[in-house]
C-alpha cells in the first residue's frame, strides 16, 4: 500500500520506491530506500511529516504515492 494510506506512529517498512528515474533517485537521496523502517509523524491536508533513519523529512502527497509500504 502507498505511504499516504499510512497510520500516524505506526513503524512500517519501505517496501518499494517507485516512480520515474528521477523521482526514484530523489527519494532514495532522501533515505527512503527498500527495508527501511518508516513512521508517519503528522498528516496535514495529505501532506506528510516521517521519520526515516533518524530524520524527519516532509514529503507531499505525490510523492508519498510513490514510496509502498
Known sequence: ?????????E???IV???GNEETR???ENLGFIAG??????SS???NLIVNVK???I??????ARHIVI
Open 25 to 27: 533517485r530523489f527519494l
Open 11 to 13: 513503524v512500517n517498512k
Open 58 to 63: 516532509a514529503v507531499n502527497e505525490d510523492m
Open 36 to 41: 527501511t523502517e518508516i513512521t508517519v509523524v
Open 1 to 9: 500500500m502507498p505511504l499516504t494510506m499510512a497510520t500516524m506512529g
Open 44 to 46: 496535514i491536508g495529505g
Open 54 to 56: 533518524d530524520s524527519r
Open 16 to 18: 518499494k520506491v517507485g
